[in-house]
């Protein structure tokens, strides 16, 4: 059965795990020594973020779907003349047809997050081809950036908490869903876009937005001077759940460390 997208605003807090790498072929999982460890992580809904709790004025812009030939460097050439980092959840097979755009995005502060290799619904897939998604698209963003994703956002929110326990457990990555949804993928128009966001968002809140959408660019201007006048600052998913920015993380082999 198909959910909506509100349908799974489950409203769950934050963990803190040890993301992983593996190729197609061979594992090479990674850890960070400050972070728990994965055993720690017992069930599905511990495995979610969707909002973080905190006073601070705090909320991370995510954009998902891309990279997109035209609009993304368009959204990236806004978010640098605000000096905005955000996350970008990627399709892997676009990524490898644009690795030079995923190159970009990184090189300008931005974290990428995992999106699926093909954007299918995960409602239904084995725990094999939930991976073969998760590790196609790892592959192709350490290829461009030479950095894996630490997060992974499911396609239209749509993974069971058994999947997400699973996916943690097999690569130590997270499953990061959103608490502000301006429904920005039915193209109301930039300025309907921008008053939702502003009306909707609260300290710790996660933003979805697509960066395949033209409305969505041109109301990003008017959505960060819009937050920015209530006082919020803008920080990745790493810097929200609390973990080292993306860009600065050293990661280092199982191998390597003992």
């Known amino acids: 059965m198909k959910f909506s997208r509100r349908d799974i605003m489950l409203g769950v807090g934050a963990l803190l795990g040890a993301p992983a790498f593996v190729r197609r072929a061979e594992a090479s999982p990674f850890v960070e020594a400050s972070f728990p460890q994965r055993g720690q992580i017992v069930s599905g809904m511990q ?17 998902d779907d891309g990279p997109h030939p035209s609009l993304t460097p368009q ?19 676009r990524v490898a047809q644009l690795p030079q755009l995923a190159a970009r995005i990184a090189a300008e502060g931005h974290e990428i997050g995992n999106h699926t290799w093909s954007h299918p619904s995960l409602f239904g897939h084995s725990d094999a081809a939930l991976l073969d998604q998760v590790d ?48 920005d993928w039915r193209r109301p128009g930039s300025t309907v876009v921008t008053n939702r966001i502003l009306s909707m968002s609260h300290p710790g809140d996660v933003v979805l937005a697509h ?15 819009g937050l920015r006048a209530r006082g919020f600052r803008f920080v990745t998913v790493s810097e929200l759940i609390g973990w080292p920015r993306w860009d600065r993380r050293r990661l280092r082999t199982v191998a390597s460390a003992s």
């Open 47 to 63: 495995a979610t973020v969707t909002r973080i709790a905190t006073s601070e004025p705090l909320v991370a812009l995510t954009f």
């Open 75 to 93: 959204l990236l050439d806004i978010l640098r003349a605000y000096e905005v980092s955000a996350t970008f959840y990627v399709i892997g097979n």
């Open 136 to 183: 196609r698209t790892s592959h192709a963003v350490i290829n461009a950036t030479g950095r894996m994703p630490v997060t992974l956002r499911p396609p239209y929110g749509n993974m069971h908490p058994r999947q997400r326990l699973m996916l943690h457990q097999a690569r130590g990555i997270p499953t990061v869903l959103w608490s502000v949804d301006p429904e």
């Open 211 to 225: 960066d395949i959408h033209g409305p969505t660019i041109r109301a990003m201007p008017g959505t960060i001077e």
